[in-house]
């Protein structure tokens, strides 16, 4: 799933990537210096690939937990 986030956000132009034994974890690494625009680019991209991700690994698996997903208000 991690990689599905890496994907997205680089079809909105922004780079990180994944780490560890199992490319679990997201690796961020932001430039030192980066104005407040950058920042917000990145978290719009972070919000646009979890939003997707979410969504398509609900159609490919069974939907048994989108009711608990929907009250915590991870659908949307």
Do not use: W
């Not at 917000?40 to 972070?46: E, G, Q, R, T, V």
């Amino acid at each position: 799933m991690a990689l599905d986030v890496v994907n997205a956000m680089r079809d909105d132009g922004v780079l990180i990537s994944t780490t560890g034994a199992k490319e679990d974890p997201l690796k961020v690494r932001p430039p030192l210096v980066c104005r407040a625009e950058q920042v917000d680019i990145f978290l719009a991209s972070m919000e646009h690939a979890l939003i997707k991700v979410a969504g398509s690994a609900l159609s490919r698996r069974d939907r048994c937990f989108a009711p608990y997903l929907g009250r915590l208000g991870c659908l949307g």
